[in-house]
């Protein structure tokens, strides 16, 4: 890897450009949904399924929240974390 794609102070790799991560919301989609069919999820555990960075899921499942795909619970959990579920949708 290039310096470019490590943070200067830690050696870190670098977040992905937010652009790239939006992107990838349609293909994630199914997936996502796939895990919450036992059960509605957090973040955290969302990412931990997909094998994903938590900041990339979050911009993913907001994104489905905000079309209609996904719906949260109104209070968070004793962790403090929303927990996410599927909606049933007409012809999807």
Known sequence: MSAAEH???TGA???RPVREIIREE???R???LRLL???????PEIAEGLGAPTAE???WVMGLRKYGWLREDKEVNDE???VYEAIE???A
């Open 13 to 15: 790799p670098a977040p």
């Open 80 to 82: 403090g974390y929303y």
């Open 57 to 59: 899921v979050t911009y």
């Open 26 to 28: 349609q293909l994630m």
């Open 7 to 9: 943070t200067p102070a």
């Open 30 to 32: 199914a997936r996502i």
């Open 89 to 91: 949708r007409e012809n």
């Open 37 to 43: 069919e036992d059960g509605g999820k957090t973040i």
